[in-house]
DNA sequence: TGTACATCAGTGAACGCGCGTTCACTGATGTAC
DNA sequence: TGTACATCAGTGAACGCGCGTTCACTGATGTAC
């Protein structure tokens, strides 16, 4: 970690930064083990603290695994809003940019995305980790909108609709296919032109046909 | 759990059914407390039995596991398959009857849905494991491939890439909108409608348009 | 600039608990003759 | 039909272990004057 090598500067009896040295810890646990296999006392070892340390930081192990299912959303949301770069060059590809960014979180922080996804937390567990994960929706919401925004008023479909329907796909393909961890299921070609030809296809069925888009 | 009373004809020293009442017990721990909240020892004192004798039926809690999540996917593909009906009355219809299944699956089957899926398990873990998913998923494959074969060969899309396409967005929706636990996320419609209207933007998309499929 | 003091973030020892696993055992069942 | 015996599926006691949590404590830091 390079939280305990920066600490170092300040260690001594103090941590200076055990909070963020046991998100560190948790998210390392969690890649290798699984959301089950990180434990309050593992994640003070890693730390090099005692395990009484954390409850300093955090009530119990539910509100640390929250925080870093927080943090997840938060970094997954400014990937996808990099990626989409306000429908630069243009919405079509910068929707089809979006996906892969999505692709891609999933595929390089599985212990973010599995904590996020796959700890079994309540969305509303907790208001600010309700906001982290409406700010990453809120990515898709808009490139859908801008989207449908191309089409004329009388066949425009409701753009809620779209967005839903681009991220269940991208969260499909993510979860089933893309994943960085053992659970993969093997694909016969890449999960980013899968998605990326499941799109197009769905948007042609919005009639946003291909030559349109470019 | 019918299983101890069905048991009870022939219960005494021998328990007469001790593996299905452990994968019952598995399931009722994994729907109430997620994955990581089912223990050897406890699915032992459900099943009223001493926690050593499970060893004679499970090397170990994941190989009870596994089995878990191979049930799961044979009674999946059964549900599947009687959906789908070899594509009848219609093999519109009969997808989206497939795809109301694959959500009707996850929210009455949590627990069965996470040791499928969620459970960190390699999905080539154990062969028959292997196979039971691939018969899930063949049903998909079948549909796909029906629908594919109506339209004409110069634009027929490849029916893998659809089954993948199809397969993806309905478990997107139900993993994020239809699933049984408290991890669902709240949706303002029914899961199954947006299911619907995805799988028909889809296909108009493919070419398959809305009255030539009635 | 120095000192007193409040607050903060850690220690380390201790606890009760439930888990996974093993062991020698024993009661029930099935089968050969 | 009866008996002897092998096999099977359970018992129950025991073990070592790591976890979560608490407690009184103490060293470091920041601040008021």
Known sequence: ????????????????????TLIAAALDLIAEKGPAGFTFAEAARLAGVSPAAPYRHFRDRDALMADVARRGF???????????????????????NTGRAYLA???TEPAYFTAMFEAQLPPDLDPELARAADQAFAV????????????PKPTRPPSLMVSLHVWAMAHGI??????????RR????????LLEAGLLVYLGGLGLGGDQNR
């Open 74 to 96: 938060e970094r997954f949301a400014a990937e996808l809003a990099r990626a989409w770069d306000e429908g630069r060059p243009e919405p079509f590809e910068a929707l089809q």
């Open 186 to 193: 093997a694909l016969p070609m890449p999960p980013e032109d």
């Open 140 to 151: 898709v919401r808009q490139a859908s909108e801008t989207l449908c925004a191309r089409l």
């Open 1 to 20: 970690m390079s939280w305990s090598r920066q600490g170092r500067k300040r260690r001594g009896y103090h941590h200076g930064n055990l909070r963020e």
């Open 105 to 107: 979180f999933a595929r």
């Open 174 to 183: 993510a979860t089933l296919f893309a994943r960085g961890d053992a659970a």
